[in-house]
């Protein structure tokens, strides 16, 4: 009987049969390879070697013939994104002969070469391997971030190739034959191949490790080890044991055992530390002296065997193996021996036969025979050392083991097994309930071993179960749908899931070969027999496990059966192509092979395809026990796939028809059931079943069927005409309905009834909250209502009435439910039914609430609603921190705990946090959790609402930190665009950079580009807006055109003395051009990012001039007059920096970029030099290869060295590096040990070299360093003729490399109290007897300078600028009293006497910023800091004629008086660099003003020209320090004023210290400030150095190349708003908030960005301030890092316009914004809203089309009029108050309301979410957040719901009076009532929340007499009074008095 019943339902239709064919093979045939073989045959060998690097590639070419036939193979895999994203492709790894192709493609897109590759020999092997690496070297856990490369590898013989997916190409050589590799979790993993003659030569040699790993194609081959019981660990050396399989996840590997023939299971993991040990250790606590040295000259053998061969050849020591070559049980060996050494064999290339070296010469020298097995060898390991260790030569290193493998599980041993049976095939398969099987396909016996494992409960090991044994020839796993596909010995395809049968694949297009005969396999749902265990059903075994884990049904069957459809089938398999093997498994897709050798590939077919089954499905499995859950997907499988399969329609039907089967219903007979297959398709289905001829009893069901409403509402269904059903036709006699049928009680799933109903319930709760779902929920409550009903579940059938009152009607067909039967009511089951809505209602009014029921997995949205709300709502933040909430209730199949009820009653609304924090708390979760706007779109509108609200909240005052996805979901693009750009590097040029460099001007192009046309000048012109400044600045600075030479030709001048004249004045106008190049290296500071395929374009320095009138050219060149030799060359330098400052830090630079842009001709090689440097300054340099480095400084260029140093170290500033160190040192003979080769070093070299190691060490207050340093500022000069020429510059470095090194550390110098520091420094400063010189150097000055003579007395002129900075630096910051009194300037004219005036500057300086905090923007503190007696008697600087004294020098006072102001100035400068500080600028603008009269006054010569020039350099210099990157129009006048003047005392100097000021005051355009950080100012001590060259080639008092330090004291502060919309810089409002500090309190500014910031650590918070933008906070009080980051993208902060509003560019005073608009016309109401207007308040197009289709009124409007003028009004409302989403609530809320006036509600789902709405708004929590917010943005508008509520009563309340009184009171006492009437008193029950009867019977509500006790009985039922109003008059007796 049974056999018929499987012949019918096994069949299972796969889909999408096509042909296949592997992608390569056809590449192939086109890949240009052969020719390439012959070419390459023709090259030299040598350049063959170097082509591609394999090793042994001579020998190979000659081996290949090129016509030979190439064995293929292929594999394929799932697609793999570069990204990690899911794809639809599959990819293929095609491998013929010397190519591998890798392509992709899939059914809809065509395939695709991805890569190709060519090797030199044929590729062995060629796979996919990802491999890791771990980002912290140190430490080797797993879960450390790691980077993974995905890679493809090919194995030749020799050696192996890998390819990254980014490029990389590795290439390893193999030391060893390789058999097999294979790919692991952790990399690769190598088999190594035995060859005959590597067997042991005599007995008790141990064998070498047969598997080896390699973790990344850069570490070396490893052997690998295993763990043996507990503790044995040994290297895996057993020839016999074979890799057959390797798995990922779980990592896990399979072996065969030739000599045993059984499959092992072992753990595949990395070496702990401990088991590293154990296998070294064991190696190197060798037993004898003479066995140590043998194992060494192995070492040495092998290391001069491989050197140079292949990096990866290294000698693998020591191995110990795991099992004895002899198996005999026997030997003792196999359990007692302790690990132990090996001697090692020679594991060489004269042993591998790859290069066919057969010669054991190099093995003669191992002492074999040294190695016997002694009991002494044993105790040894165990000792704790051993006399042999100092034995081992320094050279031998051991390889670290990296990978281990743990035994898990071998197969049962049986009698019967066969020799050869390895598995060919094995693969993990995971069955439809979740059981994970490793199947392994055994061919010679035509067996497919199933093995069930599952992971421990600690996760920690794998548990392996017993062996199931399926006839099969093939198999291969369906990954996608829990299944495999098995092919039997006669030819079928059979699919299982697990090891349970779920049915034959029907294959359309190939004819199956058993559809002839009866075919006799097993049922389907049943086990097959297990092979351990014929005599016991297959459960017990598995019982043993897991209890609850029971595995398929325990029916044994007859196994001879088997046997005899082997026989029957084999005579029809000569008729026909049958299925030779099945391979190439991709998710549900798989390739046959025929045996005419063909292949087509077919599809498995889906479990299921609608959400909705899907669902259902996975609810029901869950709450099942896993072995009726395998046999209900079984039949569902067969079912659904039967071939000629059901349409996607009636999918739902054909669920429903299967379910109510398996739980006994006959659905033939149940009338709906019957009459599903025309609802949803227009054919009529073929059944599932073969067609049951069902005459009984049908003539009731029809007619029953007839008469149902369910049938009315097909008949209203659209597709009804499908209907084949005609009822007036058909005639039936009446009979009573009452003919019920019983359910039959021994089907699968009739226990679980209840358990499926109430999971079934909970997804359609679940189904509730998303509203795309709407079809699937009324198809879910049609059965749902049944199975509700025939259990008998009244608050059930309550409850979907109200939910849809026209589905459920009063007379039903039930069925009847035997209650004896066994049915189940499972723990988790509740009475009352839970309500989603109904749970946030309670919330929302307040009252407690009991966790809510949910199913983790398949209810994840109710989850999430039900979180937020309690979040948001409740206020209750523990609610999202633990999974285990007070809020829900998991569901779990086994029996549960019941939750611990809380103490404090939920509902109370906890004031802990402030409500703007739950928000915020509220979106930070839910984007945790993955929820997106699209997710929100899709939630009713009620339930949505919460969620909405605190978006809202957040949306007005979000914080600038957080991550994209939830600015995203707050609807700030502004935001997400930011936190996206900050989290990737930008690789591209910044589109706004592009923009002036994109448009070809003219006027460059034919004259030289003067370098500055790269600036961002839309930034710019936002800035400075109201002039031309810029242009101005441009035209200053530019260095590239001829100036022009105005000489008028005097009558008595002769032509010839003309021209001298001329040159003469080209001469001066040179000087100031000179300098021009540092100015325009400030201006142009980081402003451009270079194209890596183009050199950097350098603006030649032009020294030609043009002479009016007729524009001749005047060239220095000409011989006339004398110029100064090299006059150009400092000038270059430069230029060089100036152009290489551009490059931005963020910019693609390569070492090779850098080499690339070396000049050709010699010439440039000082433009070069400063690019050098430049590059050090903006970070680059440290790219560049050491290698070049070296080769810059051996050619010994003077300028590049300088340049070199001074960058590097720059880059590397404060690190101590030490390769840095070792190349500055050579250039300092002091760092030098005494011995060394004396280097004749430049001294200018000398100098930068000093400085670098200043920069290197600074701030790190290193002894070493501070010492020599220390003894170096007064280094005498000598010996003989060195160091006598421009020693103050040296002596300046020295000191100001000192002050780096100990910067800011004050009377801290740990560990240097010995060295006396200060009073050194002060000795230094103020003269004295020099000390003895110390230290190593003391030798060198034994013999005295030949050119100097000094005496014993320090020379102060030398030593004191160096020695007074470097006690500035030393102590700044620290207001010291006692270090600064030191330098104070003398009181008396005798002391003066004996100080250079210029001095007397440097000390001012240098005490101003040791009293960091005295110094105070005024000219009264300025005017302090002079001494009494210069203050009384000096000139004053306005004195017109010259006051007479005798007794004093009035020039010393004079010169006195205007260098200690100077000082003070420029200290007052450092003190306020970059703060644009208003007090300080009048200030020091005051004494530039003073400088400049008394420059022209008649007192000037006192002074001296120079100093007044020098000094108003000084103040020229602070002023710009102060406004720096403001470009101030007052300060660029005066530098304006100061190019000009060109003539007199005007040099060198001067005017670069003017044309550093013009560059400062524009720094970096604009963009870039100064910081006053100590570092900063120890830079700009460097570089604004108060002593200015005299003529272009002066480096005596200071190396002008410092001057271009300040790049280290610049920092950006410029912030920019870009529209988000428009991606262009615009105008906005920020406010910056101050901390308060000792000065100031805490203060706020209103500046308009773009705008320069303050120093960051002055600020508190700034602020977009909004009535255009929307309002963005950025807290510095968090930390700086995010404000920092965005500063140094270029200062780009994201705003986004509010609607209508315009920009401050379009609209400054902001009168043409819409909003202003409509106030200003008298009719202020929303009509005066035009829809057109509304393309200015939002770009939205969806917001763009909805005015345009429904707000835009026609002519023949009528009725529809005020629905128009309605939708412009919500339109009006949602864009003015920034929250468009509300526009479809407002509109489904309306069009609720519309559809209850008009009495058609036929759900009442939105009726529900109107309640929703109400509740939130009058709900506690709402109403104070309402108080708490000063702005209360209204959410939704305030007059709207009142309406809405108003409405909906109005309506009820009417229903009430016309007649729907008399129904809801029958509805009350449970009697039937009016169908008409049914929806709308499901509206009311809803919307007044009336309790269902049977909970009014419990409340025993009957014979009540007033309406104060009907208050108290409704107080647990939770009845709103004004509900309880309108029931009043029926509960207590009279009907016909109202409430109205």
């Not at 359990?335 to 036969?353: D, G, V």
């Not at 316009?1697 to 009168?1711: T, V």
């Not at 009437?1877 to 509500?1901: D, E, K, N, R």
Request: charged share 20%; net charge negative; proline share 6%.
């Amino acid at each position: 009987m049974s056999n018929i019943y499987e012949e019918r339902v096994t069949m299972i239709a796969a889909g999408d049969l096509q042909e296949f064919v592997p992608f390569g093979r056809d590449h192939c045939k086109h890949h240009p390879n052969a020719l390439n073989l012959q070419l390459r045959q023709l090259q030299p060998a040598s350049e063959i070697w170097s082509s591609d690097g394999a090793a042994g590639l001579v020998g190979s070419l000659q081996e290949v013939t090129i016509h030979e036939k190439h064995k293929e193979s292929w594999q394929l895999r799932k697609g793999i994104s570069d990204i990690g994203e899911e794809v639809e492709y599959d990819e293929e790894l095609y491998v013929a002969g010397n190519m591998v192709i890798w392509s992709r493609g899939s059914k809809s897109q065509a395939s695709a070469v991805y890569k190709a590759f060519t090797v030199d020999s044929p590729v062995l092997q060629a796979l996919w391997c990802d491999f890791t690496i771990p980002q912290d070297k140190s430490d080797k856990i797993e879960d450390s971030k790691q980077i993974v490369e995905k890679c493809i590898c090919m194995l030749q013989s020799s050696c192996i190739n890998i390819h990254s997916i980014e490029g990389k190409d590795f290439t390893a050589s193999l030391p060893f034959q390789v058999a097999n590799v294979w790919s692991t979790k952790y990399g690769l993993l190598f088999e190594r191949s035995s060859s005959s003659h590597e067997v042991p030569l005599s007995p008790n040699r141990e064998p070498l490790p047969t598997m080896f790993s390699m973790l990344h194609p850069l570490n070396e081959i490893t052997p690998m080890v295993c763990l043996f019981g507990s503790s044995r660990v040994q290297y895996v050396a057993d020839y016999s044991m074979r890799i057959v399989f390797i798995n990922a996840e779980p990592s896990i590997l399979m072996t065969y055992d030739a000599t045993q023939s059984l499959h092992t299971v072992w753990a595949l993991r990395r070496v702990k530390p401990e088991e590293q040990n154990a296998v070294l250790r064991f190696s190197e606590q060798g037993g004898t002296p003479q066995h140590v040295a043998t194992s060494t000259s192995f070492t040495v053998h092998l290391r001069n065997l491989s050197k140079g061969d292949s990096p990866m050849a290294s000698p693998f020591q020591n191995y110990s193996s795991i099992h004895s070559q002899s198996r005999s049980a026997s030997s003792p060996s196999i359990h007692s021996r302790s690990p132990s050494i090996s001697n090692m064999a020679a594991l060489s290339r004269s042993h591998s036969p790859a290069l066919g070296v057969h010669s054991f010469s190099g093995v003669q020298r191992f002492n074999f025979s040294s190695y016997a097995q002694s009991p002494k060898r044993h105790s040894a390991c165990h000792s704790p050392s051993s006399a042999t260790e100092s034995f081992l030569a320094p050279e031998t290193e051991l390889i670290v083991p990296e990978l281990c493998i743990d035994h898990l599980w071998t197969e049962p041993f049986t009698t019967m097994r066969e020799k050869n049976s390895q598995a060919s095939k094995v693969f993990i398969t995971t069955d439809l309930c979740g059981q994970k099987f490793l199947c392994y396909l055994v061919e010679s016996q035509l067996q497919l071993r199933c093995v069930k494992f599952q992971q421990s409960n600690d996760m920690s090991q794998l548990i392996f179960g017993t062996v199931t044994n399926i006839p099969a020839k093939d198999a291969a796993p369906i990954e996608s749908i829990d299944t495999m596909l098995v092919l039997e010995g006669n030819g079928n395809l059979v699919l299982f899931t697990g090891i349970v049968r779920v049915g034959k694949v029907f294959i359309p297009g190939l004819l199956a070969p058993s559809l002839t005969m009866s075919n006799q396999m097993p049922r389907p749902s049943t086990p097959l027999d297990s092979v351990n265990s014929p005599s016991k059903p297959l459960n017990k075994h598995l019982g043993l496990l897991d209890e609850g884990m029971l595995s398929p049904v325990p029916e044994l069957r007859d196994s001879s059966k088997l046997l005899d459809s082997y026989i029957d089938d084999c005579t029809f398999q000569q008729l026909t192509t049958f299925v030779h093997s099945v391979r190439d498994n991709v998710q549900n897709r798989v390739t046959l092979e025929l045996s005419n050798g063909s292949m087509v590939r077919i599809t498995i077919p889906e479990v299921a395809t609608s959400e909705l089954v899907k669902r259902c499905l996975q609810g029901i499995k869950y709450i099942l026990p896993k072995e009726i859950d395998v046999q209900m997907l079984v039949r569902w499988y067969n079912a659904y796939n039967a071939p000629g399969g059901p349409s996607y329609y009636s999918e739902w039907s054909l669920f429903v028809t299967c379910l109510m089967n398996m739980m006994g219903y006959n659905t033939e007979r149940v009338a709906w059931t019957r009459n599903l297959d025309f609802e949803g398709s227009l054919s009529p289905v073929i059944a599932p079943k073969k067609a049951r001829p069902s005459e009984t009893g049908s003539d009731e069901d029809a007619e029953y069927l007839l008469n149902s409403d369910y049938h009315k509402n097909v008949e209203s269904h659209p597709l009804a005409k499908a209907l084949c059903l005609d009822p007036l036709e058909v005639k039936f006699p009446k009979d009573n309905a009452s003919h019920k049928h019983c359910l039959d009680s021994t089907t699968l799933l009739f226990p679980h009834i209840p358990a499926i109903f109430y999971v079934l319930h909970l997804i359609y709760e679940e189904l509730k909250l998303n509203c795309l779902m709407g079809e699937g929920i009324r198809s879910l409550a049609v059965l749902l209502v049944q199975l509700a009903r025939d259990l008998n579940l009244e608050a059930y059938l309550d409850y979907y009435y109200r939910d849809y009152p026209i589905l459920v009607k009063t007379s039903r067909q039930t069925c009847i439910i035997d209650p004896v039967c066994g049915m189940q009511h499972p723990t988790f089951f509740s009475v009352e039914p839970p309500s989603i809505f109904q749970w946030l209602s309670s919330c929302l009014k307040g009252e407690s609430v009991a966790p809510y029921p949910y199913l983790p997995g398949i209810c994840e949205r109710s989850k999430l609603v039900v979180l937020s709300v309690a979040l948001y709502i409740l206020g209750d933040e523990r609610a999202v921190l633990n999974e285990a909430s007070n809020y829900l209730s998991k569901i779990t199949s086994g029996p549960r705990k019941q939750p611990t009820e809380l103490e404090e009653p939920r509902g109370s609304f906890r004031h802990s946090t402030s409500a703007s924090s739950l928000a915020e708390k509220l979106v930070l979760w839910m984007t945790s959790v993955g929820f997106t706007l699209r997710d929100l779109e899709s939630l009713p509108f009620g339930v949505a609402l919460p969620i909405r609200d605190a978006i809202y909240h957040c949306r007005q005052q979000p914080a600038s930190d957080w991550p994209e996805a939830v600015c995203l979901l707050i609807g700030r693009q502004d935001l997400s665009k930011q936190a996206c750009e900050g989290n990737l590097p930008k690789s591209k040029v910044s589109d706004t950079q592009m923009i002036s460099s994109d448009m070809p001007s003219t006027s460059e192009t034919e004259e030289d580009d003067d370098g500055m046309n790269d600036m961002n000048q839309e930034v710019m012109s936002l800035i400075w807006s109201e002039d031309l400044r810029l242009q101005e600045v441009r035209r200053l600075l530019q260095s590239a055109h001829p100036v022009r030479v105005n000489v008028i030709q005097m009558p008595e001048v002769s032509d010839h003395e003309y021209i001298e004249e001329k040159e003469n004045r080209l001469l001066q106008l040179c000087q100031r051009t000179m300098a021009l190049p540092l100015g325009r290296g400030m201006f142009t500071l980081f402003s451009y990012h270079p194209v890596p395929t183009e050199p950097l374009p350098i603006p030649k320095l032009n020294l030609t001039g043009r002479a009016p009138p007729r524009n001749t050219t005047v060239d220095l060149n000409s011989g006339n007059i004398d110029v100064p030799p090299n006059m150009a060359c400092w000038a270059n330098f430069h230029n060089g920096v100036a152009a290489g400052l551009k490059i931005a830090p963020a910019s693609q630079i390569d070492s090779a970029w850098i080499v690339y842009n070396k000049p050709k001709n010699a010439e440039l090689a000082n433009e070069y030099a400063g690019f050098l440097m430049a590059l050090g300054l903006n970070g680059h340099l440290t790219k560049l290869a050491t290698l070049n480095m070296h080769d810059y400084l051996t050619k010994g260029h003077e300028m590049t060295s300088i340049g070199l140093m001074l960058g590097v170290s720059a880059a590397k500033l404060g690190t101590m590096n030490m390769s840095v160190t070792r190349l500055l040192s050579i250039h300092i003979p002091a760092l030098l040990p005494p011995t060394s080769t004396e280097l004749d070093v430049p001294h200018n070299v000398q100098v930068a070299a000093v400085i670098g190691i200043g920069l290197v060490y600074q701030g790190t207050a290193h002894r070493h360093t501070a010492e020599v340093l220390l003894s170096e500022i007064g280094r005498p000069p000598g010996p003989e003729m060195e160091y006598c020429t421009d020693r103050e510059s040296y002596s300046l470095a020295a000191g100001l490399a000192l002050g780096m090194v100990c910067l800011g550390h004050g009377s801290n110098l740990i560990g240097m109290s010995d060295l006396n520091v200060p009073e050194q420094l002060y000795q230094y400063m103020v003269g004295g007897h020099r000390r003895f010189q110390t230290g190593m150097h003391r030798e060198k000055h034994k013999s005295p300078s030949y050119q100097i003579k000094e005496g014993d007395t320090i020379n102060v002129d030398v030593t004191c600028p160096g020695a007074t900075l470097a006690l500035a630096m030393i102590y700044l910051k620290t207001n010291n009293r006692s270090i600064a009194d030191w330098l104070r300037a003398p009181d008396t004219m005798y002391l003066l006497d004996f100080v250079k005036p210029e001095f007397l500057l440097l000390r001012t300086l240098a005490r101003c910023l040791i009293l960091w905090n005295d110094i105070l923007p005024s000219s009264k503190w300025i005017d302090s800091n002079v001494p009494q007696i210069v203050r009384e008697n000096s000139v004053s600087l306005h004195a017109t004629e010259m006051p007479s004294s005798e007794d004093l020098n009035l020039e010393t006072l004079a010169q006195a008086h205007v260098y200690i102001m100077a000082g003070a100035c420029l200290a007052l400068g450092f003190r306020f660099a970059g703060s644009e500080n208003l007090a300080a600028f009048n200030c020091l603008f005051a004494f530039a003003k003073d400088f400049m009269k008394c420059l022209s006054s008649a007192t000037a010569s006192i002074a001296g020209h120079y100093n007044l020039e020098t000094c108003l350099s000084v103040v020229l210099l602070s002023l710009s320090m102060v406004m720096a990157g403001s470009g101030n129009l007052k300060v660029l006048q005066l530098c304006r004023f100061m190019h000009k003047k060109t003539g007199g005392e005007m040099n060198y100097g001067f005017h670069m210290a003017h044309h550093m000021a013009l560059g400062l005051l524009f720094l970096g355009g604009g963009r870039y400030s100064l910081s006053t950080s100590n570092s900063s100012i120890a830079a700009l001590l460097c570089a604004l150095y108060p002593h200015f060259p005299v003529h272009s080639t002066d480096n005596r008092y200071h190396l002008q190349a410092l001057r271009h330090l300040y790049v280290l004291a610049a920092e950006p502060r410029l912030l920019v708003p870009v529209d988000v919309d428009t991606e262009t810089p615009c105008y906005a409002l920020l406010e910056v908030t101050y901390k308060a500090t000792q000065w100031y309190e805490e203060t706020t500014e209103e500046p308009m960005a773009p705008t320069l910031l303050p120093e960051l650590h002055l600020l508190k918070q700034i602020r977009v301030k909004g009535p255009r933008y929307w309002e963005l906070l950025i807290d510095l009080s968090k930390g700086t890092h995010h404000l920092k980051s965005i500063l140094s993208k270029d200062g780009v902060l994201y705003v986004k316009l509010r609607a209508g509003q315009l920009s401050y560019k379009e609209d400054p005073m902001g009168w043409r914004s819409l909003l202003a608009q409509t106030v200003t016309h008298r009719n202020a109401d929303a009509r005066a809203f035009k829809p057109e207007a509304i393309s200015a308040f939002t770009s939205d197009p969806a917001l763009l089309s909805f005015a345009d289709y429904f707000c835009k009124p026609a002519a023949n409007m009528g009725q529809k009029q005020e629905m128009f003028g309605l939708f412009s009004s919500i339109l009006y409302e949602c864009v003015t108050q920034e929250n468009p989403e509300m526009l479809p609530a407002y509109i489904a809320i309306d069009q609720a309301v519309r559809r209850l006036e008009k009495r058609e509600m036929t759900e009442t789902f939105d009726l529900w979410q109107i309640k929703l709405v109400l509740e939130f708004f009058n709900s506690r929590s709402h109403q104070e957040r309402m108080r708490k917010t000063s702005h209360p943005g209204f959410f939704m508008n305030s007059e709207f719901l009142p309406v809405m509520k108003c409405s909906i009563d109005n309506t009820l309340d009417q229903w009430l009076q016309a007649g729907g009184d008399v129904c809801l009171h029958s509805y009350l006492s449970g009697q039937p009532t009016d169908e008409s009437q049914l929806s709308m008193l499901a509206c009311f029950l809803i919307y007044h929340s009336v309790p269902t009867p049977g909970q009014l019977l419990a409340g025993g509500l009957e014979g009540r007499r007033s309406f104060s006790e009907l208050l108290l009985k409704f107080k647990p039922l939770k009845m709103p009074v004004r509900a309880l109003l309108r029931l009043a008059p029926l509960l207590l007796g009279n009907p016909q008095s109202m409430v109205s």
